[in-house]
């Protein structure tokens, strides 16, 4: 069939269509014949609708039929087509505004070289030094690094500009207004990495030692001696996540993805020919990882001088009976911040006050007691023993006898070096001198109560001088003989809490069968069997404290963070003790009401007062989305520039700070095993790198410690309200 025969079958309105109606003369014919461009106006009848189109302008067909752009025309009469409109152009805020800038770094953030840690980059500055390829340096340091490291400040250094080009002759780049050589370009940089590169240690926190020995900066210290280290040898670092770690995630996301995707079935296929979709598995829901509350400890006191009160404290506790240290004093040591001292109430001090001065004094004389020491130190010894008893309790006079007794001891070993070979002295007698007095305490001067200079009148002074003779104490016979004693005791107290288990099984399989031939059921007597199980086993993990070889805290995070946990008070290992060899429910209900209060009130243990109820944690707190935000409470929005304190006396709390420390470390463990025992502590100084990321196996020992140390709690408190 042609062509013309299929267009006369067309309806006749689709060829209506199509017609065009000229209009008769008009004024505006002469208008486009003049060459003028006004447009034509467009009128729709009501009866064409919208393919009837009529012009006003009645040259419009002569010119569509003479002009071969008749489309062009059409377009052009027609309505206005909608396209696309251009994006509006970015406001100039929107322009300046950093790519990785967020609600928190409204700034953008960058990686300290020093700290590795996230910071604002308005607090930051980059190396202007380029080396001979014209490659800029890719160092920058945050403010408080400069300042604190290397006694720099970044306001001076962007307002000198470049006025020491002149000296300067290093090459730097222009145009940032500033010219700044970093300590890595002048090979002064004193970070973990750097130091390594070179084989030296680690800094640790250097910079509070600089600050007590009078130095501006730890880059100072570091000028005179290059191996200096700070007493704080945990310092916290950034978190590295682990390759495997990533490479685990990696291959979840793309197995997740991999069950999403389902496969399209073509149009042609039947349902015969295609099995059954399996319904796609929904990925494994993600645990919200817990937001502990972070409690500020009131004591402005650094890592290595709380440890030097903590290994006091446990010592005294674990060998009090060999030091001869009465009961109520050693009740002080539970206290964070002394309250019996004199002058301990002064807010002025600069020393966190301690002990009272009769429990520094039996301290003392029981640890000279123990220490051995050679037969010509053995007459010196006593002679300071006999005037330590006479002072009275008067620090200065303490310290006068102490002092002789070291200062007779390197008479000692000075003359005997030209005659011997063994010139050093006892080392039960070598211990530093005390912390200097604090400025607002008065100084009064009497004729036996100054020693070499020096004024004692805190006992928070003579901290190093006990923790010193602590030390010694330790590798003396005594305590030797007294820990294998405590191995033996150990087993005892063992033997009978398996004994007090078998005796309550029996107990119970007895009740079990009376309730059978009663044809009774008790659901009370089961729960009170298992909860009297439980009871014998917590009481042997708080007596076994008794007997413990050592103490050190429990580990550190990935953070960098160290955790402690202090062992439960002497009233408290008696009782444990007590039911062991008495039966869960033993001793009459008279002595139990008489007998003191063990666990400490809700409103101590809230304001973390006493080292035996809360996880102490040193380092920087996280961030605020890492953490529960106490309102009303300390400022939540600033974040701490130095290293605290932290405590947790909630056993929920507790809790929740185990899985914090699991979740953000990538680990799994079960932290609350019925049954299970402790894992060793991880002590850091063993390490060979203080700074160096804990093993896995280290963290997963840290969070189980943690979930038992909340389960005894939680046991601890319950016990007492019962």
């Known amino acids: 069939m042609s062509t013309a025969g299929k267009d006369n079958r067309k309806p006749i309105f689709r060829r209506l269509s199509q017609v065009y109606v000229e209009i008769p003369p008009s004024p505006l014919h002469t208008a486009r014949k003049n060459g003028s461009k006004q447009s034509a106006s467009l009128i729709v009848t009501s009866g064409h609708k919208e393919n009837a189109l009529l012009y006003s302008d009645g040259s419009h067909m002569s010119s569509a039929s003479t002009s071969p752009k008749k489309r062009k025309m059409d377009c052009d009469i027609s309505q206005p087509s909608a396209k696309k409109q251009k994006p509006a152009p970015l406001q100039a805020a929107e322009l300046e505004k950093p790519v990785n800038s967020s609600e928190e770094y409204p700034n953008g953030f960058f990686y300290c070289h020093q700290c590795n840690r996230k910071r604002d980059t308005a607090a930051c500055i980059r190396c202007t030094v380029v080396d001979v390829k014209d490659r800029r340096c890719a160092a920058k340091y945050c403010k408080a690094c400069l300042k604190n490291r290397y006694g720099l400040s970044l306001d001076d250094i962007k307002t000198q500009g470049g006025a020491e080009s002149a000296k300067n002759q290093t090459k730097h780049i222009a145009g940032e207004g500033y010219l700044f050589k970093c300590p890595r370009c002048d090979d002064a940089c004193n970070c973990v990495k750097c130091r390594k590169a070179k084989g030296l240690e680690p800094t640790g926190n250097l910079t509070l030692a600089a600050r007590q020995s009078g130095a501006n900066s730890a880059a100072e210290v570091l000028r005179a001696d290059i191996k200096a280290t700070g007493p704080m040898r945990s310092k916290s670092t950034s978190v590295k996540v682990d390759m495997k770690t990533k490479a685990a995630r990696k291959s979840t996301s793309a197995l997740s993805s991999e069950k999403r995707v389902t496969p399209r079935t073509t149009p042609k296929q039947t349902s015969s020919s295609v099995p059954p979709k399996k319904k796609a598995e929904a990925p494994p829901k993600v645990k919200p990882v817990p937001k502990p509350t972070w409690s500020c400890i009131d004591i402005p006191l650094s890592l290595s001088e709380v440890e030097e009160r903590i290994h006091i404290r446990e010592f005294a506790l674990r060998f009090g009976s060999l030091l001869d240290i009465p009961r109520p004093q050693l009740e002080e040591l539970e206290e964070i911040r002394g309250s019996r001292g004199r002058g301990s109430e002064d807010d002025d001090d600069d020393l966190v006050p301690w002990v009272s001065e009769p429990c520094v004094k ?157 044809e009774k059921k008790d659901k009370l007597a089961v729960e009170n069997h298992k ?146 025992r402790a894992s060793t502590p991880v002590d850091p100084d063993s390490e060979d790198e203080a700074d160096a990321r804990p093993t896995k196996e280290q963290t997963k020992a840290l969070v189980k410690d943690l979930g038992q140390y909340a389960a005894l709690l939680r046991w601890r408190v319950k016990r007492e309200d019962e």
């Open 531 to 676: 909860r009297v199980l439980s009871d014998i086993e917590d009481a042997l993990k708080v007596s076994s404290y008794a007997y413990i070889p050592r103490v050190c805290p429990l580990g550190r995070d990935t953070d960098g963070r160290v955790y402690w946990a202090l062992s439960p008070g002497i009233n408290e290992r008696e009782a444990a003790a007590e039911m062991l060899s008495m039966g869960p429910n033993g001793g009459s209900s008279r002595s139990r009401r008489n007998r003191k209060r063990l666990v400490a009130p809700p409103d101590e243990r809230s304001a973390l007062k006493k080292w035996s109820w809360f996880i102490a944690v040193w380092g920087m707190r996280p961030p605020v989305e890492d953490r529960a935000v106490v309102r009303g409470g300390d400022s939540d929005d600033e974040e701490e520039e130095e290293e605290q304190w932290w405590g947790f006396w909630d056993p929920e709390e507790i809790t929740k700070l185990a899985a914090w420390v699991s979740a953000k470390s990538g680990i799994d463990v079960e932290t609350s095993t019925p049954g299970s």
């Open 362 to 518: 039996s301290l003392i004389l029981g640890l000279l007691q123990v220490l051995d020491v050679d037969r010509e130190a053995e007459k010196p010894l006593k002679t300071a023993i006999k005037h330590i008893r006479d002072s009275g309790g008067n620090l200065n006079k303490i310290w006068s006898a102490l002092s002789a007794l070291r200062d007779h001891c390197h008479d000692l070993s000075s003359s005997s070096s030209t005659s011997s070979a063994s010139p050093e002295p006892p080392s039960g007698l070598i211990f530093p001198d005390p912390l200097p007095p604090p400025s607002s305490a008065p100084v009064i001067r009497t004729r036996s109560g100054i020693s070499a200079g020096l004024t004692v009148v805190r006992t928070a002074q003579l901290v190093p001088v006990i923790a010193a003779l602590v030390d010694a104490a330790v590798e003396s016979e005594d305590v030797r003989t007294e820990l294998d004693t405590g191995v033996r005791e150990a087993k005892e107290q063992a033997k009978e809490a398996r004994e007090a288990s078998r005796v309550e099984n029996e107990r119970y399989e007895k009740e079990k069968e009376d309730n059978k031939a009663k």
